[in-house]
């Protein structure tokens, strides 16, 4: 009787995947036309989308790194003024990114900000540094020390700390040294002073090789006589 009944209920979900199959089948006949559509329309857009950026975005992309190299090699020069804004003979960055936007690559934002953080435009640096977007920490923690030390020359010295310390945490090797005696300086700027010692402190107990270990006793000894 059992074995009847496991028969019977073999039979019913034969029937009932038999059912669904036709149903399928039913569909696909009667929807044929939209579904090759809907397909030959997926291609389609995608073949659109590969050439667009066979043919424009990586072209683009090469002009605008060919692009860069005369105003980064202005940048290492410290001509920051002829890196920034170029001249009749080359692009400076400001023109690359109006020209090519994201094609040049974020680093480009950087560099813009450090010109602009060296000819003592202060806002415009901030402005072109929070649009930097890189994966490399040591440069992303360099790009918050620059915004930084923007707002130092603004003398906005609460959120030049945030940016020294945000820098600090980004990274862990010795340039941490680097942004702790900038955080130690705002702080005593802010009258933060036991703030400031703790910085300095650690730069001589964990970063003593550094330039800023060899000569941090006297920022210490200055702290500890106010």
Partial sequence: MAKIEAKDQEMIQQEKLEQTISKTEKFFEENKKYIYGAVIAAIAIAAIV??????????????????????????????????LKGDSNVLGFEQILDEYGSKAGS???????VCE?????????????????????????????????????????????????????????????TYHLKAGVVCEQ??????????????????AQTVEGYDIDKYITRVENK
Wanted: glycine share 6%; proline share 2%.
């Fill in 117 to 177: 953080l060296n000819l003592g435009n202060f806002n415009e640096a901030i402005s072109y540094l929070k649009k930097y977007k890189g994966t490399d920490k040591i440069l992303v923690a360099r790009s918050l020390a620059c915004i930084g030390d923007a707002y130092v020359g603004l003398e906005n010295y609460k959120e030049a700390l945030n940016f020294f310390e945000k820098a600090a945490r980004t990274i862990d090797n010795i340039y941490v040294s």
């Fill in 107 to 113: 680093v480009v934002n950087f560099y813009a900000g």
């Fill in 190 to 207: 802010l009258g933060q002073n036991d703030k400031a010692l703790s910085y300095y402190k650690e730069i001589k107990d964990k970063y």
């Fill in 50 to 83: 590969l050439c667009f950026q066979k043919f424009y975005v990586q072209p683009k992309k090469a002009e605008a790194l060919g692009q860069l190299f005369p105003a980064e090699a202005n940048f290492r020069a410290q001509n920051y003024e002829l890196a």
